[in-house]
Structures are given as structure tokens and as C-alpha cells.
């Protein structure tokens, strides 16, 4: 049963230096108020895990607190590069990161077989390009038809963090609106954490909710507006402003500590 | 009576023009987005929107920034999650048409997004492959949507993300490209542009089409509703 705890608690509980880290969201929940708490905490050598790493990460990778990263889609969505990303890749500032890719359509798949507890997950995909020869993927052939598939392996991440709009008093989450892997996250996961909007006395079920029952959860942790500048359908709304001031903000390595400096995101 | 226009609402314009008729089209941010809304509003109002964060049936009223908009989510006939939208959706080819961009492309329609250079040290990081690879694969017809210059136009990609198969089309700020007996053929030039003119913005041998159409200019009421669709 899920604890509903701080969130320092949450985070000091589960993620320590180089843990494998999966802070999901697919441009909506995205749990940025955990992952900087992980920075405030000092976390280092972190695998970091995600589809679609785009500020949050940026900030984690710009400062040096990621030691690989596991992902498909590496941009600042509607405005272009994430220039931190870019740095560490291209030039290894402040350090060199590992990363190992995938498209969306397989790593949505490494979740699933994850949650499942399956080994690997069968798709069609791969084949034919150059993402083949460069990541984790195999094929096989299916024992019925003898066609040829791509094989991606389960990913079990050894923490799950995800936001949501709601808990109940007994850790039983409901999100809603776009609802990305953050499901198939906490179930892939060793350990989860979610960060809730609000903790109500009753969840009050919605059309196309997903709900998550406390019992698999670890920690529960209010964190009212704890997407920001992503969001939280129906109680925040996204701060597009800020993901283009980002590119700004992170074009220089100077120009970003300072911003991060203030923010107290130094670690 | 003409109207003054840039190159890229032309862009926008032909694109929107390729959805006339079309039962379903996947996009994403930017270009793609505002020529699929201008379609719905102009030529295929029952025209369903699919992006890639899992909205199904989205009607937004104004041009996303990201393809994760609250909007999206609050206008949809149905939301899915991620596994879903690839595993149910795109994966057995329900999506007819995709719109896709890239930072380069070969002849065969091939698409790079993921690296620039050498893929272990890569003078520029693209954001990756996303959902394209399989879009590409799942969507009948693919309509590629790029700028017109000899740095995205390549004999050679410099990595693979996407293959080219499904390509129907490519629209650009100077024309638009069909595949003819597997690789790229200029097919249309827009108003004032030269032959010469997209030779020296494309990075290999270009093919011309014996019937070069030139691009009817946008109408009054496509350049409106684009403009007002960009004003919201």
C-alpha cells in the first residue's frame, strides 16, 4: 500500500546515486517538481529513462547529473533543440553521456513487456534502418507465421516517478487527459513515486481516467503544481512561454548555471 | 487578382491541399499542424487529426505548440496511451495518411532526424527518431514537409531513422517531389521558381517531370483562413 509521504521523503527513499531513474510523462504530467527535488538532493550517475526527455532532463543532463539516458525523442516539442542534450552528446560538457535510443513504438514496448514481466515484446519496426544496428533490438521469428518481427527488451526501471492530478487517503491515483506510459512506468518499476495535485477524500471516477490502485504504489506525494511549466489537464495549464524561453535560457552553458544557480538546482 | 503570399503559406497551403478527401492524417508540431487544421477548416472538415501523444479525432482551435496541448486532449473523440496509439493504431496501418519533417532527405525519401556526422560523435544531436519510423511504415501514404536546401536534400543520409517506401510526396518552400521508379522526381514548381532554382537547393542529381506543373497560388479563402488561423 502506498505511504503518502513528502516529497523530500519520497525521493530520499528511493532514488540514490546511479540509480536507473524513469521520471515519465508525455508532454502532459510531466513530474518536474521530483525531479528537482533528485537535483536538490545531490543525485549523480543516474541512468535516466524517458520517451520523450525534453526540459527536465535537459536540466538534469546540464548539470552533470546523468551518466546515460535511455530514450526516442530528444527535443524541445514545437521549438527545437534541447541544447543541453546537444552539448553533452556533441561535446561532453559538463561530462560525456551514453545514450541508448529507440522509437517511440519501441520503447512504448520495452514498458509493456516491463509491466508485464515479460522478457521482450514483439512489434514490427527496426528493420530497414540504421536505429537497428545501433541499439538494443533483436529479431524473431513468430513460431505460427514464420514472419520475421523486431524484438525490444523489457525495461524495468529500479524507480517509476510520475505525476498525477489526484490520490485518495489510501494512495489510490487517478490521472486523466493524455496518459502516455506513465501506467505501464509504474508497473515496469522496482519502485514508484507518484506526485499527486491533490489528495482527496474520494477518488470520483472519470470518463477515460486512468487509475492507478495504491497497492502498487511506493510513495504517494502531494505536489501541487508539480508539472509546471508542463501540466495537469483541468488544473494547470502548460507554460508555453517557458519552453521557448528555455532555448534561450539553455543556449549558453553560462547563461543556464546561472538560471539553475538561482532556482537552487545546483545540486 | 493576386494576392501577396510567402513561399512557406504556399508550403502550408499544397499541404493542406494534399488532405482534400483524406479519411485520417497523423501530424506533428509546426508546419504539418497548421496545414492539417487550414484542411479542415478549407477543404475536409470530417478530416480526423491523429498525433502521436494520443489524441484521436483532436479539433483544436488553435495551432499547437506541442503535440501534447491540452486542447488536443480536451477536443478528441478518444485518448490513448502511448503502447495503444503505436500497438492498435498506427502499427496495423488505420491511419491513412502521415505528415512527417526531417533534417535531411535522400532520393529514395529516406529520412534522417537523429544525428549530423559520425552517429558515435555527431556534430549535431538531432532529437531522434520518435514516432516516425513506424508511422512510416504504418501509414498508407507519407507526405514529407521540409525546407528546401542542399543541407536537407542529400545524396547520402548521414544515419537512417525512417525509411521511404510509403513516400507519396514532398512538399517544400520551392515545390513538390514524387517518387518516380523509386527515387524523387520534381513534379511541380511553385509560382516564380525556377527549375535551376531547386537544382541548386538540392543536394543530388534532381529528376524533372516532363508534365512540371507550377503550384496554383493559394485563393483568397485558403490565404485567409491560414491567416486567421494563425491569428488565433
Partial sequence: MAQIVSLSEAVEATVQDGASVALEGFTHLIPFAAGHEVLRQGRRELELIRMTPDILYDQMIGVGAARRLVFSYGGNPGVGSLHRFRDAVEHGWPRPIEVEEHSHAGMANRYVAGASRLPFMVMRGYEGTDLAAHTNVATVICPFTGEQLAAVPALNPEVAIVHAQEADRDGNVQLWGIPGVQKEAVLAAQRSVVTVERIVDELELRPGGVVIPGWVIDYVAPAPGGSLPSYALGITERDNDFYREWDLISRDREHFQAWMSEQGLLG | ?232
Fill in chain 2, 1 to 232: 487578382m493576386s494576392v501577396d503570399y510567402t513561399n512557406g503559406e504556399l508550403q502550408t497551403v499544397v499541404a493542406a491541399r494534399s488532405l482534400a478527401g483524406k479519411r485520417s492524417c497523423f501530424i506533428g508540431v509546426g508546419r504539418p499542424s497548421t496545414a492539417a487544421l487550414l484542411a479542415r477548416m478549407v477543404h475536409n472538415p470530417r478530416l480526423v487529426l491523429v498525433y502521436e501523444s494520443g489524441t484521436i479525432g483532436a479539433k483544436p482551435y488553435h495551432v499547437p505548440l506541442s503535440i501534447g496541448d491540452g486542447e488536443l486532449a480536451q477536443t478528441a473523440d478518444l485518448v490513448v496511451s502511448v503502447p495503444e496509439m503505436f500497438n492498435y493504431w498506427i502499427g496495423p496501418g488505420r491511419v491513412q495518411v502521415a505528415f512527417l519533417g526531417a533534417a535531411q532527405i535522400d532520393p529514395q525519401a529516406n529520412l534522417n532526424s537523429t544525428v549530423i556526422g559520425d552517429y558515435e560523435h555527431p556534430r549535431t544531436r538531432l532529437p531522434g527518431a520518435g514516432g516516425a519510423p513506424e508511422i512510416a511504415t504504418g501509414c498508407a501514404e507519407v507526405v514529407v514537409i521540409a525546407p528546401h536546401s542542399k543541407r536537407t536534400f542529400v545524396q547520402r543520409l548521414d544515419f537512417k531513422t525512417t525509411r521511404g517506401e510509403r513516400t507519396t510526396l514532398v512538399i517544400t518552400d520551392l515545390g513538390v517531389l514524387e517518387p518516380r521508379d523509386g527515387s524523387l522526381c520534381l513534379t511541380a514548381v511553385h509560382p516564380g521558381v525556377s527549375v535551376d532554382e531547386v537544382r541548386e537547393n538540392t543536394g543530388f542529381e534532381l529528376a524533372v517531370s516532363e508534365s512540371l506543373k507550377v503550384s496554383e497560388p493559394p485563393s483568397t479563402k485558403e490565404l485567409n483562413a491560414l491567416r486567421e488561423l494563425a491569428s488565433r
